[in-house]
């Protein structure tokens, strides 16, 4: 492709696009639109000054670890726990590496491996450990670099002490990510869930609950009762598809709102006194978004916690879904239903049914009869010898066994059972709080709806910028996207998204903003959604922490 870029460039025709994005190109315009008849004898005595280094290393007398970070590696990157092991270990002698190594990074790399995958979890666990000492959740490509900076001494006595801290939380990481390795029954239950649930943004958090509960601070049940709460408000917000991103700052500083005297309540009143997309949703909210959720088709595994759960909740006898290929999930009302269907209920309801109720938690039931009674008419489902709802010892079927047709009204008198059900499994706190709103700094992803809003400042890769229009912060954050990471709008619907053209083709957009010297985009647009680009590119990039606004009061 650079090839073919210079080639294009060398028949220096005007007249002519070049097809596609190419860095080449880019530049060249870059440096076209800057050099001028003044300014290029400058630019051609720096030219002259221009060298190629090559570097050899004399393993015995150079820093590699030093010289690695000066220069651009175009081979397989380290990992960041690489680059801590080496900035930890390569500035000591011989003995001092052995000690460290074996008594704290062996221990560490050991216990933050994932069991299960095999593999090894030490960037997320130190990523996680940053976040909590700093109250800020460093970049995953910048963990190493985050790490330097909060511990830039590396002689024996600070490493040790440094390395005392980690190593003494990474035991209840483990346990996090390897919920069988918790010897208590119950909380090994509970480990589960959150594992199944993957909300590993709450691990800094969790993580100093559960020393809390080993070094006898809380007792068993309140250790249990939290982590139940951190499912209720994940799940609940999950349930209305609130965005995930706005767990990120909550997890961060919620330990802080911890008190001892009172550790339960206080995390319940942190968590109740956030608002807007924060939120943690109230009873009627999920009643009403459950009734008509498609969780057929949400993720395998979060489908069969909620059953399983359902299922489970106060039986003596807990029946395990999750890997049970005894027990399927399956549709009351058929997802290709027999034609008897269509007769009995009406081509009315039988299509709000299919178009309303279809995969919806009241339409769905767990089942071991091996697809047996897929697609036959509900009295063949109730009836059908030894796998007909009536002779099922679950709960998903105890309704069903008791009711002669299926349809609109039992759909929804089944969901009512099902939904307070619900309530009784993830429970909103019953306590009485004081409501504190305050326009503060937020992600993007967590911020109000930017309509007839201004803002005040906003916070870009740790930078302030000083916009106070959303047009202005538009422009900017695709600007130094751009600029980071030019050929991802490329390679993805970025291009797309944003009209991106050149130049020559800028005059079908209704309002063309430059982003580079080759560049320009749509800024004809609301400005919720030139919120929702921002947030779908910052999305793209992996960079959904880097952007806090604040709005103007």
Avoid: C
Avoid at 119 to 137: A, F, W
Avoid at 178 to 206: G, M, S, T
Avoid at 274 to 282: A, C, D, T
Wanted: no cysteine; glycine share 2%.
């Amino acid at each position: 492709n650079n090839d073919k870029a210079l080639k294009y460039l060398l028949k220096s025709d005007d007249n002519e696009d070049y097809p596609e994005f190419s860095k080449v190109v880019d530049n060249f315009n870059y440096f076209k639109g800057r050099i001028i008849e003044e300014n290029y004898q400058s630019v051609l005595e720096g030219l002259s000054k221009l060298m190629f280094v090559e570097i050899s290393l004399d393993r015995e007398k150079d820093d590699p670890q030093r010289i690695f970070e000066s220069l651009n590696s175009t081979g397989l990157e380290l990992s960041q726990a690489d680059l801590i092991r080496n900035y930890i270990l390569m500035g000591l002698k011989r003995r001092d590496q052995n000690k460290i190594y074996q008594n704290f990074w062996e221990v560490i790399e050991k216990l933050a491996k994932d069991e299960t995958l095999n593999v090894n979890r030490v960037s997320e666990y130190i990523r996680d450990y940053l976040t909590l000492e700093n109250k800020k959740i460093p970049n995953k490509g910048k963990v190493y670099l985050e790490f330097k900076a909060k511990y830039p001494t590396t002689s024996i006595d600070e490493l040790e002490k440094n390395l005392t801290g980690i190593k003494g939380l990474v035991k209840h990481y483990n346990k996090l990510i390897n919920p069988k390795n918790e010897f208590d029954k119950e909380i090994r239950l509970q480990l589960e869930y959150i594992n199944r649930l993957e909300i590993n943004v709450a691990f800094p958090f969790l993580i100093k609950v559960y020393d809390d509960f080993t070094t006898s601070l809380i007792d068993k049940q309140t250790f249990l009762k939290v982590l139940d709460l951190i499912q209720s408000f994940t799940w609940r917000r999950f349930i209305l598809s609130l965005p995930t991103n706005a767990l990120n700052k909550i997890f961060m500083n919620l330990y802080d709102k911890v008190e001892s005297s009172n550790y339960l309540y206080s995390i319940q009143k942190s968590l109740l006194q956030k608002s807007g997309v924060q939120r943690f949703p109230k009873n009627a909210e999920i009643i009403d978004a459950l009734k008509v959720k498609d969780v057929y088709n949400i993720k395998s595994k979060n489908r069969i916690y909620l059953l399983e759960r359902l299922e489970d909740f106060e039986n003596s006898e807990r029946v395990a879904i999750e890997g049970n290929h005894d027990i399927t999930i399956e549709h009351i009302f058929p997802q290709n239903p027999d034609p008897k269907w269509k007769v009995e209920l009406g081509n009315e309801e039988y299509t709000f049914i299919k178009e309303n109720y279809m995969n919806t938690i009241g339409n769905l039931t767990l089942s071991g009869n091996n697809g047996k009674l897929s697609n036959k008419p509900f009295i063949d489902k109730r009836d059908l010898e030894g796998v007909g709802y009536k002779h099922s010892r679950l709960w998903m079927n105890k309704y069903l066994s008791s009711i002669d047709k299926w349809d609109k009204a039992e759909i929804e008198k089944r969901f009512e059972l099902i939904s307070e059900r619900f309530l009784k499994i993830w429970e909103f706190p019953d306590i009485q709080i004081d409501i504190e709103n305050e326009n503060e700094e937020v992600n993007i992803f967590e911020a109000e709806d930017p309509t007839h809003k201004k803002l005040e400042y906003a916070i870009f890769f740790d930078q302030k910028i000083e916009v106070n229009q959303v047009a202005k912060l538009y422009v900017e954050v695709i600007k130094q996207l751009f600029m980071l990471h030019p050929e991802t709008f490329f390679t993805t619907d970025l291009k797309e998204k944003l009209s991106m053209s050149k130049e020559s083709e800028k005059l079908h957009l209704h309002q063309a903003v430059q982003i580079s010297d080759t560049y320009y985009i749509e800024a004809n647009i609301s400005n919720t959604g030139k919120f929702n680009l921002i947030k779908h590119a910052l999305s793209i990039f992996d960079s959904e922490d880097e952007l806090q606004i604040k709005y103007a009061i």
